[in-house]
């Protein structure tokens, strides 16, 4: 439990970094995976939300407490924004 706890949290920054280089380069088209990438990017943060719950099992210290909330807020934060992008996109196509 405790590495998923750990692995969790470095999936959430990968997450956000993927997503933060999806957004700020707009020219690059990435239709060639059949769905978009921010698509893929909400179904592995989904992915990493379930794994981050099941992390809370193996809290032993504070460290892994502050880790895995760190790791919820990041998830959540990130889900929500994509399914506001993702609403908004599919209102005006």
């Given amino acids: 439990m405790r590495k998923i706890n750990f692995w969790s ?7 956000k970094v993927l997503f933060l280089i999806i957004t700020l380069s707009s020219a690059i088209n990435y239709s060639f995976l059949g769905t978009g ?15 981050a719950v099941v992390g809370f099992g193996g809290i032993q210290d504070w460290k892994g407490l502050a880790r895995s909330v760190a790791t919820i807020i990041l ?3 990130l889900t929500a924004f994509l399914f506001f992008i993702i609403f908004i996109g599919n209102l005006f196509s």
């Fill in 9 to 15: 949290f470095i999936m959430s920054i990968v997450s």
């Fill in 37 to 51: 990438f921010i698509n893929l990017i909400l179904y592995m943060t989904l992915i990493n939300f379930v794994l």
């Fill in 75 to 77: 998830t959540v934060g």
